[in-house]
């Protein structure tokens, strides 16, 4: 059985990109929930993996963006509570680390740019980067980052300027700063979206956008390889703890049978 997916998209300039695509190419059709439109979150026993996608708002302004709050209550009974796997990307990683006791504010050093990700001593032995070695590149497009951990979370991997680009927390869950799920098409969307070139054109210039999407462009073959491979990764991972938690679910109804709940 193929497992339920739920996304949660914060714009329609951030969607999820080779994400999407990969999961279309394995026959999974996921449940696409635009937040920023108003639409509901949806009962979140129904699903076994959210993905959560980035956007230009920042997990704290609720005032500006009041969905962001009933988001993070999501995410932390998803992670918290039901145990089962996440990934977030970009605003995703942020919503991931604040939902569950991390911090999240303004980056000392925002990042846009094609940059390599250095996965740490724990990220080279994670499966979720197997195959990997100890670098790659991705694009980086921030000025949030992770400040502080949830309690037990672990980094993964640190870029130049973000010493938090990726890290995990619970059994199954994921956060990664960058881009993983970018296209040519989600890159020009971005340097046209006012927030977004305004942040590009402030570190870099009137003509950054021109110089980014040619070095998108020319490492296209790379990123959409990496991109596939941590989608791997992660489904793999996620299919593993999803077989898991059937498992002790059938323990649990066994124990309820035999009268022995007490014994778990």
């Known amino acids: 059985m193929k497992p339920r997916v739920l996304i949660f998209q914060h714009g329609h300039y951030c969607p999820p990109g080779t994400l999407g695509d990969h999961l279309a190419a394995d026959g999974i059709e996921p449940k696409v929930v635009e937040l920023n439109r108003g639409e509901a979150i949806p009962d979140l026993n129904c699903f076994d993996i959210l993905m959560v996608m980035g956007g230009t708002m920042d997990v ?7 969905w962001l709050a009933a988001e993070k209550d999501a995410i932390r009974r998803w992670v918290g509570e039901l145990d ?19 911090r999240v504010e303004p980056a ?7 940059l390599q990700i250095e996965l740490s001593d724990a990220g080279r032995q ?17 000025g949030a ?4 951990l949830p309690q037990d979370g672990l980094v993964l991997g640190s870029s130049v300027d ?5 890290f995990m927390v619970g059994s199954t869950a994921f956060g990664v700063q960058y881009h993983v799920e970018a296209t040519l098409r989600s890159v020009g969307a971005w340097c ?21 999407q040619a070095d998108v462009s020319a490492a296209m073959p790379e990123l959409h390889s990496n991109s596939r491979r941590l ?13 898991h938690g059937a498992r002790r679910a059938c323990e649990v109804d066994r124990s309820v049978t035999n009268g022995s709940v007490k014994d778990l």
């Not at 000392?108 to 094609?114: D, I, S």
């Not at 994670?126 to 921030?142: D, E, I, Y």
């Not at 979206?193 to 009137?206: I, M, Q, T, V």
Request: proline content about 8%.
């Open 60 to 66: 704290w302004q609720e005032a500006e963006n009041p």
């Open 231 to 243: 989608y791997d990764n992660f489904m793999k991972i996620a299919r593993a703890q999803l077989r």
């Open 126 to 142: 994670h499966p979720l980067f197997s195959g990997f070695g100890t670098k790659k590149r991705a694009v980086q497009w921030h």
């Open 192 to 212: 046209e979206h006012p927030d977004s070139s305004a942040l590009l054109e402030r570190l870099h210039g009137p003509s950054a956008a021109t110089r980014l």
């Open 162 to 166: 973000c010493p938090i680009s990726t």
């Open 108 to 114: 000392v050093k925002p990042e846009v740019a094609l």
């Open 145 to 148: 980052e992770v400040i502080s």
């Open 84 to 102: 089962r796997p996440y990934l977030g990307v970009c605003l995703g990683h942020q919503l991931l680390a604040d939902a569950l006791g991390g």
